[in-house]
């Protein structure tokens, strides 16, 4: 079966633009997490949703959201993009989520570069 | 809170030799533990997890880690290195809500043919 789909794989923005990065889990997931991954960082939670709902949200800014449509598929956006916003956007599905046991998936992920 | 703590931020080994990358956690609660393995332009592929069954717990690629409670450690291991097993190596445990990851900070294996 498909695995986790990220579209678009590489994207370059002007500081000051938005943002809209697509992922589709794996069919009957339910659950998609996404993660920041910088250099400095290293990988940080940004949100997760579960049937539409927004069930956790890490520490970061108001420009950073993110939604879930009713076929589980999600997007995050990022608003006025500022340097320390380029980073690689991972996103990651789940049957439930809950069970984190159960394990999550995740894509390849989204390169966001903010000129 | 959660967290882990990855000893070494680059691991050089030799092909055929031992792989030991080192893994530490905190955990409040008993924790669920993961290793992730990540290739340049990839996202990350889950190689083992402990979810409180069996201390030792294998996983792909030849891979195993041991949860080891009065250490706090969750050490992996692979006792013949491959020049494929080159990649950035994550360890996460789970946050109180079960629904999110906290990484360490990675560990990049390099293997030197």
């Known amino acids: 079966k498909a695995g986790v789909t990220q579209t678009p794989r590489y994207l370059i923005k002007t500081r000051g633009q938005q943002v809209t990065l697509s992922c589709s889990p794996i069919?009957?997931?339910?659950?998609v997490s996404w993660y920041q991954q910088t250099p400095g960082q290293g990988l940080q939670f940004l949100f997760e949703?579960?049937?539409?709902?927004?069930?956790n949200k890490g520490n970061f800014p108001g420009r950073f959201s993110g939604r879930q449509f009713s076929n589980s598929r999600s997007e995050m956006n990022v608003s006025t993009l500022e340097l320390g916003d380029s980073a690689l956007y991972l996103c990651?599905?789940?049957?439930?989520?809950?069970?984190?046991?159960?394990?999550?998936?995740f894509g390849s992920g989204t390169r966001l570069t903010v000129v | 809170a959660q967290s882990v703590t990855q000893l070494g931020s680059h691991v050089s080994v030799s092909e055929g030799a031992l792989v030991l990358l080192r893994c530490n956690y905190s955990?409040?609660?008993?924790?669920?533990l993961f290793w992730y393995v990540q290739y340049p332009n990839q996202g990350l592929q889950l190689l083992l997890k402990?979810?409180?069954?069996?201390?030792l717990v294998k996983g792909i690629n030849g891979f195993e880690a041991e949860f080891k409670k009065s250490e706090t450690s969750f050490h992996l291991t692979k006792p013949s290195a491959h020049m494929s097993d080159a990649a950035e190596y994550f360890c996460?445990?789970?946050?109180?809500?079960?629904?999110?990851?906290?990484f360490g900070t990675g560990t990049s294996l390099t293997v030197i043919p």
């Open positions: 990651a599905s789940s049957l439930r989520g809950a069970e984190i046991a159960l394990g999550y998936t």
């Open positions: 402990y979810t409180s069954a069996a201390t």
């Open positions: 949703y579960f049937s539409e709902t927004q069930r």
């Open positions: 069919s009957g997931h339910r659950s």
């Open positions: 996460a445990v789970t946050g109180n809500t079960g629904n999110q990851f906290y």
């Open positions: 955990s409040s609660v008993p924790p669920y």
